[in-house]
């Protein structure tokens, strides 16, 4: 697997002079995570190929009429499409389930994860969870109405740190109301798959006791516990439709 960032020409360019089948993946931020999958896959002859993020491998995708092999396969995080749907014209394209590989992953070993906070703790995570749900709802209903929205935040930077609740300072700085009790439910109920990875993921190591225990040490945890899950088994299944076994 290359850690080569290359433009979206070089990629084309990379893979028209390739014989070897090729699963091109977003960034070399998930480089663990892809390195466990390509180990995962170790029975396929597969070149992983991250394209520098998902604007530049669905740009790729855009492209695909110029690239002359058959055996390449796209990946990507769902995002926002979560909740909008997902583009037509990007039906080919492997998606997360949820909102981005990390969520995939932290839903298939959330026990495990959650198991780590102390007990003391796991109340004022609950409600931290929720907090997080509120945030994240008003923040999507604002990008489906075309407004404004702000998901790239630390959740220290929307909650509370005495009550675990939504602060007083975001509420007033977004003019936040609960504009969509359906989407709040949802994402609560969901939260794995559907609060942001990355703040998730943040709010999980700030309730962790063992401060040793930050994100490769998690990957790390995930990756020893995951089961064999639907990503292996869609992988293979859709290399092998066209042609890759």
């Given at each position: 697997m290359s850690k080569i960032e290359m433009t979206v020409e070089e990629i084309i360019a990379y893979l028209n002079h390739s014989t070897i089948p090729t699963l091109l993946v977003e960034g070399k931020d998930d480089f663990r995570i892809y390195r466990w999958l390509e180990e995962k896959l170790e029975d396929l002859e597969l070149d992983i190929l991250p394209c520098g993020g998902r604007n530049s491998l669905l740009e790729v995708y855009e492209e695909k009429h110029a690239i002359r092999k058959e055996d390449v396969l796209f990946f990507a995080d769902l995002d926002l499409w979560l909740f909008s749907g997902v583009p037509e014209e990007y039906?080919?394209?492997?998606?997360?389930?949820?909102?981005?590989?990390?969520?995939?992953?932290?839903?298939?070993?959330?026990?495990?994860?959650?198991?780590?906070?102390?007990?003391?703790?796991?109340?004022?995570?609950?409600?931290?969870?929720?907090?997080?749900?509120?945030?994240?709802?008003?923040?999507?209903?604002?990008?489906?109405?075309?407004?404004?929205?702000?998901?790239?935040?630390s959740p220290k930077g929307v909650l509370d740190k005495r009550t675990y609740d939504l602060s007083s300072s975001y509420i007033s700085r977004r003019d936040y109301a609960l504009n969509n009790d359906e989407l709040y439910q949802d994402i609560k109920n969901n939260y794995a798959l559907k609060i942001r990875g990355k703040n998730l993921l943040a709010l999980w190591e700030w309730f962790v006791e063992d401060k040793s225990l930050k994100r490769d040490a998690m990957f790390e945890i995930i990756i020893k516990h995951l089961p064999e899950n639907n990503y292996?088994?869609?992988?293979?299944?859709?290399?092998e439709q066209v042609g890759i076994k």
């Open positions: 039906s080919d394209v492997i998606f997360t389930k949820g909102y981005s590989i990390e969520n995939d992953l932290y839903s298939s070993a959330d026990e495990v994860l959650e198991s780590l906070i102390d007990e003391s703790k796991v109340t004022a995570y609950r409600k931290a969870v929720d907090g997080l749900s509120k945030w994240c709802a008003f923040e999507v209903n604002e990008h489906l109405n075309s407004n404004p929205y702000m998901l790239d935040v292996v088994r869609d992988f293979i299944q859709k290399m």
